[in-house]
């Protein structure tokens, strides 16, 4: 799948326009019908080149910032806390700035710049219809996992 467009959202700096390419190429490349969004089981149809090809985007315009394998490290750190998944996702949600004291960001919320907290971009969770929820973690272990099995293979 072609990333072209995404990359030069981000090279124009057009944070919310380059989130909303992800969430689309994302979407285009997982989602089978059915559910609004991608499921936990759908995760595993998403091509490794696509997830390569997305994290470097991010990263290269981003110097390291932001990505899906800056957020899949931090992920890693926390989950290696051996914390309980609604809390492990609260502990990433607040590092990676998806959670404040209102709970779960929702896509007007996440910041159109390049200065949030390392992992900040792009928002994975807008590829679910709904952020707090069990269904929402679920999928989103299922998707690092993904991408990490992806990142592994070289």
């Known amino acids: 799948m072609d990333t072209g467009a ?18 689309r190429l994302l ?8 559910f609004a969004g991608l499921e936990s089981a759908e995760t595993a149809l998403l091509d490794c080149a696509l997830l390569k090809a ?6 290269n315009a981003t110097e390291g910032r932001y990505g899906i394998e800056v957020q899949s490290r931090i992920l890693a750190e926390i989950r290696g806390e051996g ?13 990676v700035g998806w959670v ?3 709970g779960w960001a929702e896509a007007d919320d996440v910041l159109e710049m390049a200065d ?20 929402t973690y679920d999928m989103l272990f299922e998707f ?11």
Not at 83 to 95: H, I
Request: proline letters at 8%; charged letters at 25%; one cysteine or more.
């Open 6 to 23: 995404l990359e030069a959202l981000l090279v124009a700096g057009e944070w919310r326009a380059a989130d909303d390419e992800t969430r």
């Open 83 to 95: 914390l309980p998944r609604k809390t492990t996702w609260r502990l990433f949600g607040l590092r």
């Open 27 to 34: 979407l285009g490349a997982g989602d089978q019908g059915g």
């Open 100 to 102: 404040d004291s209102n």
């Open 116 to 135: 949030g907290p390392p992992g900040h971009l792009p928002w994975i969770p807008g590829t679910m219809p709904t952020v707090a929820t069990g269904r």
């Open 54 to 59: 997305i994290d470097r985007s991010w990263s």
């Open 144 to 154: 690092y996992k993904r991408f990490d099995e992806c990142a592994a293979d070289g």
